[in-house]
C-alpha cells in the first residue's frame, strides 16, 4: 500500500507527463494538484519526474473536466454561447458603450466584446473620411477642412428658369 506523500508523488509525476503531453501550461499541474490533494505541491514539485499516466488517472481527469463544465446542472459551455448571442445582437455598434462596459455586462472577455462588435476592415475603410476626401470637393487641403469644422459643400446651383 502506497503512503500519502508516494502517492502524491506519483499523482505528480503523472500530471507532469500528461501536461507536457497535452501542451498545458505548468500551472495546471499546480491546479489538478490541488483539486486532488487539496494543498499545494511545493517541494514535491522539485521531485517530479514525467511517467505514463494510468488509465484511472486520465479517467480523474476527464471527469474533473466535465465537472469544471457543469455548474448547478448547467452547462457553461450553453450559457456562453447565450452570453454571445445577446451581445451579437448588438451588431457592430456598440451604442457608447466601451468593451470592457460590455464585457463585465455580459460576463465576457474585453477581447470577446471586441471581436463581436468589430466591422470588418473593408465596411470601415468604405465609411472612412480619408477615403471619402470632402476637402478636395471644396478646394482645400485636410488640415484646413478640418480647421474649418469640416464644412460641406456648397448645394449647386440650381438650373430652374425663372
Known amino acids: 500500500m ?58 480523474w481527469v476527464k471527469n474533473q473536466r466535465n465537472s469544471d463544465f457543469k455548474k448547478g446542472g448547467e452547462n457553461l459551455l450553453l450559457v456562453e454561447q447565450a452570453k454571445l448571442k445577446a451581445l451579437h445582437k448588438l ?11 460590455l464585457a463585465k455586462r455580459f460576463g465576457i472577455t474585453e477581447r470577446t466584446v471586441q471581436r463581436y462588435t468589430s466591422i470588418p476592415r473593408a465596411e470601415y475603410e468604405n465609411n472612412s473620411l480619408t477615403r471619402l476626401k470632402p ?24 438650373t430652374k428658369p425663372e
Open 135 to 158: 476637402w478636395e470637393a471644396l478646394g482645400m487641403s485636410r488640415a484646413t477642412w478640418y480647421r474649418n469644422g469640416k464644412p460641406e459643400a456648397p448645394p449647386l446651383a440650381s
Open 91 to 101: 451588431h457592430h455598434p456598440r451604442k457608447g458603450k466601451t468593451a470592457s462596459q
Open 2 to 59: 502506497l503512503n500519502k506523500l508516494d502517492e502524491k508523488l506519483i499523482f505528480l509525476n503523472m500530471a507532469t507527463f500528461h501536461q507536457e503531453q497535452m501542451g498545458y501550461k505548468e500551472g495546471w499541474i499546480y491546479v489538478v494538484f490541488k483539486k486532488k490533494f487539496g494543498t499545494w505541491p511545493n517541494d514535491l514539485f522539485k521531485e517530479k519526474t514525467p511517467i505514463e499516466p494510468s488509465p484511472e488517472f486520465l479517467d
